[in-house]
Antibody, heavy 114, light 112 residues
Framework: EVQLLESGGGLVQPGGSLRLSCAAS????????MSWVRQAPGKGLEWVSA????????NYADSVKGRFTISRDNVKNTLYLQMSSLRAEDTALYYC???????WGQGTLVTVSS | DIVMTQTPLSSPVTLGQPASISCRSS???????????LSWLQQRPGQPPRLLIY???NRFSGVPDRFSGSGAGTDFTLKISRVEAEDVGVYYC?????????FGQGTKLEIK
């Protein structure tokens, strides 16, 4: 059974940094692209970033380009999202998803506020 | 960037009756590999999204056959043949043909 478990969310001040993790199990992690998708409170889904199975090939939404970095460790079966220069509008529940969404974690909440 | 537009944004439906959601993309979703990467996801209240349909019309594992997808190019439709109480939630279309990937605004399905 595919399992994705996000962690690392929390309260951070504007301009601060945070690193999210997504521990994957139940499938051959290195064989699949992975994505981060976020959902602001009461709002719809917003694609954030994706990375290829080998870690080569990354893409970002314009809203996070230059501030967020996606990466993965295929030995630890873990996906990461390094977030810096955080803004209030980055406040959201952050989900990791296998490929373009065939499995999803429960999400980790990031709140950017002073 | 590709913009995804869903209609309606809210759909009150009677139990046992059909429901239909439309999704239109601002440009063709046909990939250079010949596939069309248009998916439908369901998000029940308080839950993460769940994949229902991928590549226009393929039901994902475990999805009831009352859900079906159709369309081509820029116009796509999700149909529920007979709505059940567990179908309440928000439905999103998503394109993964071109980066940045994008979602529709979501359609809230509720029971009359």
């Amino acid at each position: 059974e595919v399992q994705l478990l996000e962690s690392g969310g929390g309260l951070v001040q504007p301009g601060g940094s945070l690193r999210l993790s997504c521990a994957a199990s139940g499938f051959t992690f290195s064989s699949y692209a992975m994505s981060w998708v976020r959902q602001a409170p009461g709002k719809g889904l917003e694609w954030v970033s994706a990375i290829g199975g080998s870690g080569v090939g990354t893409n970002y939404a314009d809203s996070v380009k230059g501030r967020f970095t996606i990466s993965r460790d295929n030995v630890k079966n873990t996906l990461y999202l390094q977030m810096s220069s955080l803004r209030a509008e980055d406040t959201a529940l952050y989900y990791c998803a296998k490929r373009t969404g065939d499995s999803w974690g429960q999400g980790t909440l990031v709140t950017v506020s002073s | 960037d590709i913009v995804m537009t869903q209609t309606p944004l809210s759909s009150p439906v009677t139990l046992g009756q059909p429901a239909s959601i439309s999704c239109r993309s601002s440009q063709s979703l046909v990939h250079s590999d010949g596939n069309t990467y248009l998916s439908w996801l369901q998000q029940r209240p308080g839950q993460p999204p769940r994949l229902l349909i991928y590549r226009i019309s393929n039901r994902f594992s475990g999805v009831p056959d009352r859900f079906s997808g159709s369309g081509a190019g820029t116009d796509f439709t999700l149909k529920i043949s007979r709505v059940e109480a567990e179908d309440v939630g928000v439905y999103y279309c998503m394109q993964a043909t071109q980066f940045p990937y994008s979602f529709g605004q979501g359609t809230k399905l509720e029971i009359k």
